[in-house]
């Protein structure tokens, strides 16, 4: 459904850090780096048929985060979802919500971990047992 998602930085180079670390815990490589026209660099992660960016803001204003927006990060094990709390917990992100662990739901059990990286997007890592 979705071909990519964007969240603005107002530190590029600590978002590529952070996000070295955590997607990386998912299979993800080194970012493409660009520089827009407009002189603001962006950064596109690309994995399994999908890109994740971070952008210095076009506008010239602050990045700030959306109250009430997270964005799920599919994992393929529960091991999988530590890693990658624990990678963005060492890499100036924040454990948000309960600890990292089993949550039962209408949607049924899975794995979460809910974690701010270091610009304030909330970001969660979820493993859904088949």
């Given at each position: 459904m979705f071909s990519h998602v964007m969240v603005g930085s107002n530190d590029i180079e600590q978002a590529k850090r952070f996000y070295d670390a955590v997607l990386g815990t998912l299979g993800a490589?080194?970012?493409?780096?660009?520089?827009?026209?407009?002189?603001?660099?962006?950064?596109?992660?690309?994995?399994?048929?999908?890109?994740?960016?971070?952008?210095?803001?076009?506008?010239?204003?602050a990045a700030t985060c959306a109250n009430g927006g997270t964005i799920g990060f599919k994992?393929?094990?529960?091991?999988?979802v530590q890693e990658f709390h624990d990678a963005a917990v060492a890499y100036g992100g924040q454990s948000v919500e309960d600890p990292p662990g089993l949550r039962n739901s209408a949607m049924g059990a899975m794995h979460l971990a809910y974690v701010r990286d270091p610009d304030g997007n909330k970001l969660c890592a979820i493993y859904r047992a088949k």
């Open positions: 490589s080194e970012p493409i780096r660009n520089q827009a026209p407009s002189g603001h660099t962006r950064l596109f992660y690309r994995h399994a048929g999908t890109t994740f960016c971070i952008s210095e803001p076009i506008d010239g204003e994992c393929s094990s529960l091991e999988q």
